[in-house]
């Protein structure tokens, strides 16, 4: 197909965004590779249970940043300007209150939850000590979630990019240093990740600072405003809840199966993961890009824009999936899976590699109904498409892990029924700030 000038500005946001998302998840594999090295098998079995609550966090916050993303650019592309940025501070103020919230909450639970994750003895302690001492991180780690929506809602992609890259670059060198350098074990490399994060917040705080000051906008919260943006995050956050149930669910009956069928489901997972970061960074452009032109009263140009981000979506799922065919049999030794777990991933790669394109349409819609400001109707959709692929994780409980795969497929297409059928309509069509 030829490439059009709305082609070019969703790639003018994409990439950048692509290049964001892969840097996020570096931070703990970095963690992982110096803890290793330095410290062993029980402080990386720490550093998992630990880990799985952190992320667990920041998968149910993302809605700091899909919110704010939606507002911002909403408010932009009317010309409000400094609506935009009192968006982009309330937006802000939102996550440190939250990320203070969680300080208080989890910390002293953390003995619990690591207990119910299964970590006991020292690995249980050293889970403790690095969940506790992240958790100070929490409001860093939030104002970045919600700093990046405010760029993304003013179709700055780009500095996201550089500060998740001097973000990560920062983490591994403190790291190491703490770690191997100044011996201070699990708790050092727990610090590290807290300053790169704080180090990353303060960078956003000073960027939308110095765009509120430029427009006006006083920096103190606005108690109404804030209280919208958490209003506006419930429906999104429970979009998100949905999501976890399914992939946690898929998880808990794979973990029944076996160990390799949960191993080789596990490493099917982490492809699957890699493949949507490159669909999610054209939802995220669908989110600037939609929110921007409802803004401006363009219902001619949102229909336009997402006829042609759902045609990216289509087609950047069709190579992806092709691509893993054509690696499908490369796989395995990358992982170095045992023979056993070699052989279901082989079968695996192929339902999905085959709903690559499915998963291409679905992310991009989501991420323009989002951009649109529809999370009620997402929030509702999520409830109703997780339902759907319950009855069926069920049935393939006791049909093997292809089948639970085909199971997620499931899920996938009552999800793009669900998007498909709102997209052709005209009630998420709200135009002005």
Request: charged share 10%; net charge positive.
């Amino acid at each position: 197909m030829p490439i059009t000038s709305r082609d070019r500005e969703i790639l003018r946001l994409a990439v950048p965004a692509f290049g964001a998302l892969v840097a996020e998840p570096l931070f703990l594999l970095a963690d992982y590779a110096i803890v290793g090295h330095g410290l062993g098998t029980t402080a990386v079995g720490a550093l998992g249970v630990a880990g799985t609550v952190l992320t667990a966090l920041v998968n149910l916050c993302v809605f700091l940043a899909y919110g704010t993303t939606a507002q911002v650019a909403r408010q932009t592309g009317a010309g409000e300007h400094g609506r935009a940025m009192r968006s982009g501070v309330d937006g802000l103020w939102l996550a440190i209150c939250l990320g203070v919230a969680l300080i208080a909450v989890i910390w002293p639970l953390a003995p619990e939850i690591v207990s119910w994750l299964g970590a006991s003895g020292t690995q249980a302690g050293q889970a403790v000590t690095y969940l506790r001492i992240s958790l100070l991180g929490t409001p860093g780690m939030l104002v970045v979630l919600a700093g990046t929506g405010v760029l993304r809602g003013l179709q700055d992609t780009v500095t996201p990019l550089a500060v998740a890259v001097g973000s990560f670059a920062a983490n591994a060198a403190l790291n190491a240093w703490f770690v191997l350098g100044l011996g201070w074990g699990i708790a050092g490399s727990a610090w590290g990740t807290v300053i790169a994060q704080t180090l990353g917040a303060a960078v956003y705080l000073v960027v939308v600072a110095r765009g509120a000051r430029r427009h006006g906008t006083p920096l103190t919260p606005s108690l109404y405003g804030v209280r919208q943006a958490g209003t506006a995050g419930i429906a999104l956050f429970v979009r998100t809840l949905c999501l976890r149930i399914v992939l946690l669910a898929a998880t808990a009956i794979a973990t029944r199966m076996g160990e390799a069928e949960l191993a080789a489901y596990a490493l099917a997972t982490q492809v699957w993961t890699l493949l949507a970061f490159a669909l999610d960074a054209i939802a995220i452009a669908g989110q600037a890009i939609t929110g921007r032109s409802l803004g401006a009263g363009d219902v001619p140009a949102t229909r336009d824009a997402t006829r042609r981000m759902v045609t990216w979506g289509l087609w950047s799922g069709a190579l992806l999936g092709l691509l893993v065919l054509a690696a499908r049999p490369l796989v395995p030794g990358l992982f170095d899976a045992e023979p056993a777990v070699a052989g279901m991933l082989l079968d695996l790669l192929w339902p999905v590699a085959l709903f690559q394109p499915i998963c291409g349409i679905v992310f991009v819609l989501d991420g323009v109904l989002i951009g649109a400001g529809d999370q009620r109707y997402l929030a509702w959709a999520g409830v109703w498409t997780t339902l759907a692929y319950l009855p069926a994780a069920l049935l393939a409980s006791g049909l093997g892990v292809v089948a639970l795969w085909c199971a997620l497929g499931v899920w996938m297409v009552a999800r793009l029924v669900t998007l498909v059928r709102r997209a052709a309509g005209t009630a998420w069509l709200v135009t002005g700030a």
